[in-house]
């Protein structure tokens, strides 16, 4: 009876350990088809989605709606416009930055040309 007792009490560590990998299992198995089910529903709900669409389109013939060929017109040169724009846009501010970079360069290194005087001076006075 003792060397039972003994064979138990040994072995209860490895069935609390055994005990809750299982639990861990169960969880993360859960998890894992939770997680799988909202995709499978979002994937539905997508397909569902394209087949009205897609039904729409056979009923009507036609695209949602209509642009007459002038009003795309106006829209692509606009958006040209809006491109170009943007390009100048761009070019100014980054000739802006630099200039910005320049200036501050040229500030730092008068600041140090100065301190440079100022010890030489101090320099000569103790020296």
Known sequence: ????????????PLLLIILGL???YFIIREVRIM??????????LEKEKLQLIKAD???????????????QEE???????????????FAQ??????RIQRLESKVKLTK??????????EEDRLG
Do not use: C
Not at 1 to 12: C, G, H, R
Not at 93 to 98: I, L, W
């Open 112 to 121: 140090l040309d100065h301190m440079i005087e100022k010890i030489k001076k």
């Open 57 to 71: 389109l056979e009923q009507k013939g036609h695209p949602f709606f209509r642009v007459s060929p002038a009003k």
């Open 22 to 24: 299982i639990i861990v």
């Open 93 to 98: 501010q980054s000739a802006v930055e630099k």
């Open 1 to 12: 009876m003792a060397d039972i007792w003994v064979t138990v009490n040994q072995s209860f």
């Open 35 to 44: 997680y799988t089910k909202t995709r499978i529903a979002k994937m539905d």
């Open 75 to 89: 829209l692509r040169s606009l958006d040209e416009e809006n491109t170009m724009l943007e390009t100048d846009i």
